[in-house]
C-alpha cells in the first residue's frame, strides 16, 4: 500500500549489495567511505577540510508532515527553544485535510466533509497554540502573506512577533491523498517518478493558486527554505521507524503504515527532510560557501504508543496543554472561515487518548553531544555533527571554556548523534552511522555504520572507514540506532547498535587495530540509549531499556564474549537512556542511573503511567545498595564517578534546565544557550565538566568540579 515504506521481498540488487556489505562487515573495515555515485548531483564530498558556517543567530526550522506533528511529538524541546528567544520556523508538508471531517471525537452530528475548512481549522488551531507559546492571548492576529518557493511555488506564511521573540509558519499544503486511486500523497510522491501531487487551498487563505509538486520540486523548494531561513537547528520526523508486527486491525486501530510504527506520511516527510537538507549542504559546498552549521534532531513518532512514557507529570501536563488551544472547539470565536482548530485533538483528548503519543518525547538517535575528549596540552576537545559532517572544536586555551571555530572532518552525510571512545593511548575513535543513500523514486536507500580514527593523541585524523552495517538488505538496514563504543582495560574497543530486531549486536576492534565480524547478542527487544561501561574487574557491561526492565550483558571474565544476564532479580523498567558508572576499585562493581514510571497502578493501566520525575540508583556486581538521590526532571541523565566530587550526575530539571549533582551539591544552569538534546558529562584533568551543543549550532562549558562557582536557580 504504501511502496517504500512497506516491507518487501529486496531485489537481487539488494541482496547483492547486502552481501557486499556483510563482506565488507567481516573485513577490516579500511577502505574510505565513497561518495554517493548512484545521485551524485544529491550528496556532498564526504573529504574534510571545508569552512563551516558559524556566528549566527539561534534559528530552529521544523519539517513535519502535519500540523500537531510539532506539539505531539517535539515539544517540549520547541516550547525550551523558543522561551530562551530562538525564532522558530515550521514547515509543514501537507495541509492536514484528510478527509475533510473536522469534528468532537464521539459527536453524534452530522458529518461535513470539507477540506479546504479542515485544513484552515488546523492552520488556525496552530495560530492559537503558538499564539500561547509566545504568552499571548489565543486569538491573537497574525501576519499573512505569500511566500515564493523554488520553481515557481508559493506557500502560505504566517509570522507573529512578541518581544523579541519570532514564530513563522510555512503551509505547503500538499494533498494528503492523490487524485487517482487515493493513494496517501506524500508516501506516494517520495516514490513515483512520474507523480505529480497537488496543494491544497485552505479556506480563508491569502494563496490562491498553487502548483502541484513533483518529488525533484519538493526536495527543492525544501533545499530553497533551509537556504533562506538558514536555520541552525532542523528538527525533523523519523526517517527509517521501527518494524512492528501487528495485526491488521490493530495497525489501522494505531493509524500506523503495513509494518512499521509510525504514520507513511510521517516517514515520508522526514525522507523529504533529509533529502533536502543533503541537497542543501551539496549546493552549499559546491559554490564555496562552505558547511553550512546547523545541527539536527529527528523525533519519533506513533513509536510512542508502543514503549513506556517518558515524561513525568509536570512536563506532560505543559505539554498537553498546549494541544488545548490548538484543538479549540466549534463554539470558539476566533474569527477563521473555516473553524477553530482540530476538534477532534481538544480538551483532554490527548491525554485521555489510550494511544499515548502526547506523553513521550522520544528521539530517533538518542545519545549525549557532543563526543568531548582531552587534548595532550589539557585543552578540550568536542566532536559533534553540524551541516549534516562530523566536526571538531577545541577549546582556545587549556580551562578557558570558550570554543574556537569548527574543523570540519567531512563524512557527511551523517544521523545527527555520534559515539566516541578513546584508546587506551589517547587516539580518539568516533562512530557514526552514514546516509550512504536516501533517495526516493525507487532510489537507494541505505545506512552504514562508520569510522574515523585519529592518527596521534591530540593529532589529525585519518580516511574515514566503512564498517559495514549488522543487518543484511537495506529495509532492516535502516533500522540501526546510534553507536556506542566502550574501550576495555585489555585495548579492544566494544562497538554495539540496536538492530533491526530491536536487539543488540556488537562489532570489537581487537588490539592490533583489526575488526571482527558483526555479532548479534541476541536477548529480548529493547529501546535504543545503551549505556555501557567497564567495571573494577575490567569487564565490559552493556545496558538497555526494555518494555518492562533494563536489560544487561556483560563477560564472565575479561576478554570473554558478552552474553545476556539472566539471572538475579530484573532491574526496574527504564523510560530513557540508561546512565552506567563502573565503580572504582575491583570489587566497585556499576552503579546504574536512570528515570522510571509511576506506579502503573495509581493510572489507568502501565500503557498510560507517566514517567517518575525522581531517579533511580541501582548497583550492579557490587557490595551494598546504591544511596537514594533526589534529582527530579525528565530525560535521560549523564553519570560518572569524580576521584575529587564523588558521583556527579547531569541532566534536565521539569523546567527543561540543565541540572548537576556533585556529590551532595544541587546545581542549575540558568543562562547560557539552551542545548540540543542532552549534554555531555566529561571528567577532565580540571574535574568534571558538561558540554553541551546549543540550539546556536555551537558548543558550551559548564565546570562542575569542588573548585568551580556553583549557579542556582533562583527563586
Known amino acids: 500500500m504504501f511502496g517504500a515504506f512497506r516491507q518487501r521481498r529486496p531485489s537481487r540488487r539488494a541482496v547483492?549489495?547486502?552481501?557486499?556489505?556483510?563482506?565488507?562487515?567481516?573485513?577490516?573495515?579500511?577502505?574510505?567511505?565513497?561518495?554517493?555515485?548512484?545521485?551524485?548531483?544529491?550528496?556532498?564530498?564526504?573529504?574534510?577540510?571545508?569552512?563551516?558556517s558559524a556566528g549566527r543567530r539561534a534559528v530552529l526550522m521544523q519539517i513535519v508532515a502535519h500540523p500537531d506533528d510539532d506539539l505531539y511529538f517535539m515539544n517540549p524541546d520547541t516550547q525550551h527553544a523558543?522561551?530562551?528567544?530562538?525564532?522558530?520556523?515550521?514547515?509543514?508538508?501537507?495541509?492536514?485535510?484528510?478527509?475533510?471531517?473536522?469534528?468532537?471525537?464521539?459527536?453524534?452530528?452530522?458529518?461535513?466533509?470539507?477540506?479546504?475548512?479542515?485544513?484552515?481549522?488546523?492552520?488556525?488551531?496552530?495560530r492559537q497554540a503558538y499564539a500561547t507559546l509566545l504568552g499571548l492571548p489565543v486569538f491573537t492576529p497574525w501576519e499573512k502573506g505569500v511566500l515564493e518557493l523554488r520553481g515557481g511555488h508559493r506557500a502560505e506564511s504566517n509570522t507573529l512577533v512578541h518581544n523579541g521573540r519570532r514564530v513563522d509558519l510555512v503551509f505547503v499544503n500538499t494533498a494528503m491523498h492523490t487524485l487517482r486511486g487515493g493513494r496517501m500523497g506524500l508516501p506516494s510522491l517520495w516514490e513515483d517518478r512520474a507523480l505529480s501531487l497537488p496543494v491544497v487551498i485552505a479556506e480563508g487563505s491569502p494563496l490562491r493558486a498553487a502548483a502541484p509538486y513533483t518529488y525533484d520540486e519538493l526536495v527543492a523548494a525544501i533545499a530553497g527554505?533551509?537556504?533562506?531561513y538558514a536555520p541552525t537547528l532542523v528538527?525533523?520526523?523519523?526517517?527509517?521507524?521501527?518494524?512492528?508486527?501487528?495485526?491488521?486491525?490493530?495497525?489501522?486501530?494505531?493509524?500506523?503504515?503495513?509494518?512499521?510504527?509510525?504514520?507513511?506520511?510521517?516517514?515520508?516527510?522526514?525522507?523529504?527532510?533529509?533529502?533536502?537538507?543533503?541537497?542543501?549542504?551539496?549546493?552549499?559546498?559546491?559554490?564555496?560557501?562552505?558547511?553550512?552549521?546547523?545541527?539536527?534532531?529527528?523525533?519519533?513518532?506513533?513509536?510512542?504508543?508502543?514503549?513506556?512514557?517518558?515524561?513525568?507529570?509536570?512536563?506532560?501536563?505543559?505539554?498537553?496543554?498546549?494541544?488545548?488551544?490548538?484543538?479549540?472547539?466549534?463554539?470558539?470565536?476566533?474569527?477563521?472561515?473555516?473553524?477553530?482548530?482540530?476538534?477532534?485533538?481538544?480538551?483532554?483528548?490527548?491525554?485521555?487518548?489510550?494511544?499515548?503519543?502526547?506523553?513521550?518525547?522520544?528521539?530517533r538517535y538518542p545519545g549525549p553531544r557532543p563526543v568531548v575528549a582531552d587534548e595532550p596540552d589539557g585543552r578540550l576537545a568536542a566532536y559533534g555533527v553540524l551541516g549534516l559532517r562530523a566536526v571538531r572544536w577545541r577549546e582556545t586555551a587549556p580551562g578557558s571554556g570558550r570554543f574556537g571555530a569548527a574543523d570540519d572532518l567531512g563524512g557527511g552525510p551523517l544521523a545527527p548523534v555520534l559515539g566516541g571512545t578513546a584508546l587506551r593511548d589517547g587516539r580518539q575513535l568516533l562512530f557514526g552511522v552514514r546516509f550512504a543513500s536516501i533517495a526516493g523514486r525507487a532510489g537507494a536507500n541505505t545506512r552504514e555504520v562508520v569510522l574515523l580514527?585519529?592518527?596521534?593523541?591530540?593529532?589529525?585524523?585519518?580516511?574515514?572507514?566503512?564498517?559495514?552495517?549488522?543487518?543484511?538488505?537495506?529495509?532492516?538496514?535502516?533500522?540501526?540506532?546510534?553507536?556506542?563504543?566502550?574501550?576495555?582495560?585489555?585495548?579492544?574497543?566494544?562497538?554495539?547498535?540496536?538492530?533491526?530486531?530491536?536487539?543488540?549486536?556488537?562489532?570489537?576492534?581487537?588490539?592490533?587495530?583489526?575488526?571482527?565480524?558483526?555479532?548479534?547478542?541476541?536477548?529480548?527487544?529493547?529501546?535504543?540509549?545503551?549505556?555501557?561501561?567497564?567495571?573494577?574487574?575490567?569487564?565490559?557491561?552493556?545496558?538497555?531499556?526494555?518494555?518492562?526492565?533494563?536489560?544487561?550483558?556483560?563477560?564472565?571474565?575479561?576478554?570473554?564474549?558478552?552474553?545476556?544476564?539472566?539471572?538475579?532479580?530484573?532491574?526496574?523498567?527504564?523510560?530513557?537512556?540508561?546512565?552506567?558508572?563502573?565503580?572504582?576499585?575491583?570489587?566497585g562493581g556499576v552503579q546504574l542511573l536512570y528515570r522510571t514510571l509511576t506506579d502503573p497502578r495509581k493510572t489507568k493501566g502501565k500503557g498510560l503511567a507517566p514517567a517518575a520525575p525522581g531517579l533511580v540508583s541501582v548497583r550492579v556486581d557490587g557490595p551494598g545498595r546504591a544511596p537514594a538521590l533526589r534529582f527530579d526532571g525528565y530525560g535521560p541523565v549523564g553519570a560518572l564517578h569524580s576521584p575529587k566530587d564523588g558521583l556527579v550526575i547531569l541532566g534536565k530539571d521539569t523546567r527543561g534546565r540543565v541540572q548537576a549533582l556533585v556529590g551532595p551539591e544541587h546545581r542549575v544552569r540558568t543562562q547560557g544557550v539552551v542545548p540540543v538534546d542532552a549534554p555531555t558529562l566529561h571528567l577532565s584533568a580540571r574535574g568534571p565538566v558538561a558540554v553541551g551543543l546549543g540550539v546556536d549550532g555551537a558548543p558550551w562549558v559548564w565546570s562542575l568540579g569542588s573548585a568551580a562557582p556553583p549557579v542556582r536557580a533562583a527563586g
Not at 225 to 228: G, N, T, V, Y
Not at 265 to 292: C, I, L, N, Q
Open 225 to 228: 527554505l533551509l537556504d533562506a
Open 453 to 587: 580514527e585519529q592518527s596521534a593523541p591530540g593529532g589529525a585524523f585519518g580516511a574515514w572507514r566503512g564498517l559495514g552495517n549488522p543487518e543484511r538488505g537495506d529495509d532492516r538496514g535502516r533500522r540501526i540506532g546510534s553507536p556506542v563504543a566502550v574501550t576495555a582495560p585489555d585495548g579492544r574497543v566494544h562497538l554495539f547498535v540496536r538492530n533491526a530486531d530491536k536487539g543488540l549486536s556488537t562489532r570489537v576492534r581487537e588490539s592490533d587495530g583489526s575488526w571482527g565480524p558483526w555479532v548479534s547478542l541476541r536477548g529480548e527487544t529493547v529501546q535504543d540509549g545503551l549505556g555501557a561501561t567497564v567495571d573494577g574487574q575490567g569487564r565490559v557491561h552493556v545496558f538497555a531499556p526494555g518494555y518492562d526492565f533494563v536489560h544487561h550483558w556483560t563477560q564472565e571474565a575479561p576478554g570473554a564474549p558478552l552474553a545476556p544476564v539472566r539471572s538475579g532479580p530484573r532491574l526496574p523498567v527504564a523510560v530513557d537512556a540508561v546512565a552506567a558508572v563502573g565503580l572504582p576499585g575491583a570489587d
Open 16 to 52: 547483492l549489495a547486502g552481501a557486499a556489505t556483510a563482506g565488507l562487515a567481516a573485513a577490516v573495515g579500511a577502505c574510505s567511505v565513497p561518495a554517493n555515485r548512484r545521485h551524485p548531483q544529491e550528496g556532498a564530498t564526504a573529504a574534510p577540510g571545508q569552512p563551516v
Open 82 to 126: 523558543l522561551d530562551a528567544g530562538t525564532r522558530i520556523v515550521s514547515v509543514y508538508l501537507t495541509g492536514g485535510e484528510a478527509n475533510g471531517d473536522n469534528r468532537v471525537v464521539n459527536d453524534p452530528s452530522d458529518r461535513v466533509y470539507d477540506k479546504a475548512a479542515y485544513s484552515s481549522a488546523r492552520h488556525q488551531g496552530l
Open 235 to 363: 528538527q525533523t520526523l523519523d526517517p527509517d521507524p521501527d518494524i512492528q508486527h501487528s495485526t491488521e486491525k490493530a495497525r489501522q486501530h494505531d493509524s500506523e503504515q503495513p509494518g512499521y510504527a509510525d504514520h507513511a506520511d510521517h516517514t515520508a516527510a522526514a525522507s523529504f527532510a533529509w533529502a533536502g537538507m543533503v541537497r542543501y549542504v551539496a549546493e552549499a559546498t559546491r559554490a564555496g560557501k562552505g558547511v553550512p552549521g546547523f545541527a539536527v534532531t529527528s523525533y519519533r513518532a506513533y513509536y510512542n504508543r508502543h514503549w513506556p512514557k517518558n515524561l513525568p507529570p509536570a512536563v506532560l501536563a505543559e505539554k498537553a496543554a498546549h494541544l488545548k488551544p490548538y484543538g479549540g472547539a466549534p463554539d470558539w470565536r476566533c474569527g477563521n472561515p473555516g473553524g477553530c482548530g482540530d476538534y477532534n485533538v481538544g480538551g483532554k483528548r490527548p491525554l485521555t487518548n489510550w494511544k499515548g503519543w502526547v506523553r513521550s518525547t522520544h528521539y
